[in-house]
């Protein structure tokens, strides 16, 4: 008698507890889907700016004969490309597929996300301004400024037949060597306890 009652309590307990956990686990999967349903609000959370601290890439590059391609270039694996589709949707840009070669074993097939187009540019400043970097923070901070001086000043865009004046060019190339700099193994503007001023070339130029 001992026993069973022994027993129907272990076993009511046991019940107890399975039906807890499954209410627990209900609870925790509703949560998990609204907790990632704020976090697709990629415009008003920092969820963003931590991605790109770790994957992405803040890109200027001349274009012959005196253009300067702008860009943000995002990179994941292929299985991952779901979160690219998503910031795509907010920020625009285009999402590639890279097939490797068959002579590359052991390296994933990537999906990168190329955001380019002035609008889509300014909306990104607008995003990295109210939710700070912080492993890229130097980086963006020259790359910004270069950016809205390249905008401010540009007189032609690639296949315009529009040259941009020479001081303008030689300006932008100085904002590319020292994105080059800050992007060297050891560079100082990582060490967070040091707040790295931009270069404000504009203020250099007649």
Same mark, same amino acid.
């Given at each position: ?16 507890? %399975? ?50 391609? &702008? ?6 694996? %292929? ?14 840009? &285009?999402?590639?597929?890279?097939? %490797? ?5 052991? $390296? ?15 909306? %990104? ?46 300006? $932008? ?30 203020? $250099?130029?007649?």
């Amino acid at each position: 008698m001992v026993r069973f009652f022994t027993y129907q309590i272990e076993s009511q307990s046991s019940r107890t507890s %399975l039906c807890l956990a499954t209410v627990f686990a209900t609870l925790s999967g509703w949560l998990s889907f609204l907790i990632g349903e704020i976090a697709m609000d990629f415009r008003n959370t920092y969820y963003l700016a931590g991605f790109v601290d770790g994957e992405g890439n803040f890109g200027l590059h001349r274009q012959q004969p005196s253009n300067f391609h &702008i860009v943000v270039q995002i990179s994941q694996r %292929l299985d991952r490309r779901l979160v690219l589709d998503r910031i795509q949707e907010t920020f625009g840009g &285009i999402v590639n597929v890279c097939r %490797l070669r068959r002579n590359r074993p052991g $390296m994933n097939p990537e999906a990168n996300l190329v955001i380019s187009d002035r609008q889509s540019i300014i909306g %990104l400043i607008d995003y990295f301004d109210r939710f700070p970097l912080m492993l890229k923070a130097a980086e963006y901070k020259v790359w910004r400024e270069a950016v809205l001086f390249y905008y401010k000043h540009s007189v032609g865009s690639a296949g315009q037949g529009v040259s941009n004046p020479n001081w303008l060019i030689d300006t $932008m190339e100085k904002y590319v060597t020292e994105l080059k700099r800050l992007r060297e193994y050891g560079a100082p503007h990582n060490r967070l306890l040091i707040e790295y001023q931009p270069l404000q070339l504009e203020l $250099m130029t007649v």
